[in-house]
């Protein structure tokens, strides 16, 4: 099964060749699993999002097994539960691309959209994945707040928006206003590792939320 894209034009073809490593990795691991996703993971969320959520790549157990960003692995579980929170999603997270989950008024674009070895995409990967980030985000005027989930996500955004990284510092909760008028919060991502080792509680990640809401309220300058 597979959901729909908020942005199907945007989206790489199952099949996409542009990275040598990651097509090498997506074939092994269709052989050894040949009931998982395995490819391109498309994005996820409302067409008509203010919110753009910046990940990083597909889950081994999560998005690459099951198709959707976030879904079948311990992350989807803090993320999704905070986007419940924020009135961000509606329905139940029950880990399946099939429980009937949609978001509200925002979307996840995954910043390398297939999986990577190790969970570590190299920097040529993100930089030729770009064109389908850029694209999608094209596709979706009426995103203007953006929150980056981690570094590489951080910079991705960046770097999209034509920005000079050396000027736009990644903090967890740190705020930047991008070249090309989008607002970008920067968090921590919330994988397992983040979580169990104490570097992002659910309160830290709330925050991100609750701030980006607060932005979204307030009066244009």
Sequence with gaps: MRHESPVPEAEAPRDCPLCPRLVAFREELRAKHPDWWNAPVPAFGDPGAWLGIVGLAPGMWGANRTGRPFTGDHAGILFYATLLKFGLAEGRYDARVDDGLKLKGCVVLNSVKCLPPQNKPLPAEVATCRIYYAAALARLPRVRILV???????????????????????AHLAEHRLPDGRILIDSYHCSRYNQNTGRLTAAMFEAVFARALALRQAPSP
């Design 148 to 170: 980056a989930l981690g570094q590489i996500a951080h910079a991705n955004a960046v770097r999209t928006a034509r920005g000079k990284l050396s000027a736009f510092k990644f």
